[in-house]
Every structure is written in structure tokens, then in C-alpha cells.
């Protein structure tokens, strides 16, 4: 007999994983802030908008980049995010701008 994990469709996973992203006000606010970006944002840039340090901003995109919502880029010696193109990204796109 297979586990429930196993027994679980794509989208319900997709629907837990968009969940989990946005279950965290300061991920939330990360990344409602890169997709109404037109340019990609360095961690102090996105840790001064969102008001906390660089240390937690970094913390939480790493997280992000870890589930695959965003990518970094090196700007120098700075590390710089952009949202991806994935389908987890753009369901948390529609979330959030439903929201808004």
C-alpha cells in the first residue's frame, strides 16, 4: 500500500509547496516585492524594503531559491534575485496579486 505522501498528486504537492512559501510573512513580502520589480533586487535592497536585516533577508531567498521560486544572480560582490519562470512561481504570482 502506498504512503499518502506517495499517493499525492502534483498539484496538491504544488499547492502545499506555494503554501509553505507563503506562510511566512517576510517570504511573502520578499517575494511579493521581486515580481512587482522590473529589475532584480539585491539582498539590502530587499532588506531595507521589507525592514529587516540582510542576514534574514538572505536567510529566507535562500529558502526561495531552494524551492526553485527564484534565482540569484552576482552583481560585484553583491548577490541579486529574480522570480523564475516556474509554475510554483506564477501560482504564488496569481496568489499574490489576488491578495493585493
Given at each position: 500500500?502506498?504512503?499518502?505522501?506517495?499517493?499525492?498528486?502534483?498539484?496538491?504537492?504544488?499547492a502545499k509547496a506555494a503554501l509553505?512559501?507563503?506562510?511566512?510573512?517576510?517570504?511573502?513580502?520578499?517575494?511579493?516585492?521581486l515580481l512587482s520589480s522590473s529589475?532584480?533586487?539585491?539582498?539590502?535592497?530587499?532588506?531595507?524594503?521589507?525592514?529587516?536585516?540582510?542576514?534574514?533577508?538572505?536567510?529566507?531567498?535562500?529558502?526561495?531559491?531552494?524551492?526553485?521560486?527564484?534565482?540569484?544572480?552576482?552583481?560585484?560582490?553583491?548577490?541579486?534575485?529574480?522570480?523564475?519562470?516556474?509554475?510554483?512561481?506564477?501560482?504564488?504570482?496569481?496568489?499574490?496579486?489576488?491578495?493585493?
Open positions: 500500500m502506498l504512503s499518502y505522501k506517495k499517493q499525492q498528486k502534483a498539484p496538491e504537492r504544488n509553505k512559501v507563503l506562510s511566512n510573512e517576510h517570504r511573502y513580502f520578499i517575494m511579493k516585492v529589475k532584480d533586487l539585491c539582498v539590502h535592497e530587499l532588506a531595507e524594503e521589507i525592514g529587516i536585516s540582510q542576514s534574514h533577508a538572505s536567510h529566507q531567498l535562500a529558502y526561495l531559491e531552494a524551492c526553485g521560486v527564484v534565482e540569484s544572480v552576482r552583481d560585484g560582490r553583491a548577490k541579486c534575485y529574480i522570480p523564475t519562470d516556474s509554475p510554483l512561481t506564477q501560482k504564488l504570482r496569481s496568489v499574490i496579486k489576488s491578495l493585493s
